[in-house]
């Protein structure tokens, strides 16, 4: 069964490759979906996959790159729409 996020990261998640680090942990998951960064400073994204590799992601998400500082992780259940691949988004 196919499982879609929708998140949103706050903290200090501009200007540390969190995007870069977002679309290869998800490639690397096998999900698909795509991350941006917001004017507001945060980063969204969307992720669809298996229950456990969303799990992951979510995850790694909470860490980040080394140099991001995630002080919150939003996230909320969607209806999957069939993404593929893992794409930046501007």
């Not at 998400?61 to 909320?76: D, I, N, S, W």
């Amino acid at each position: 069964m196919v499982r879609c996020v929708h998140f949103i990261t706050h903290g200090r998640v501009q200007g540390v490759n969190f995007r870069s680090f977002t679309r290869a942990t998800g490639r690397s998951l096998g999900l698909a979906g795509w991350v941006r960064n917001l004017p507001d400073k945060t980063v969204e994204g969307v992720a669809e996959g298996s229950s456990e590799e969303i799990d992951a992601l979510l995850s790694a998400l909470k860490q980040g790159p080394r140099f991001a500082k995630v002080t919150e992780l939003e996230h909320e259940e969607r209806e999957p729409s069939g993404l593929s691949g893992f794409e930046i988004r501007h």
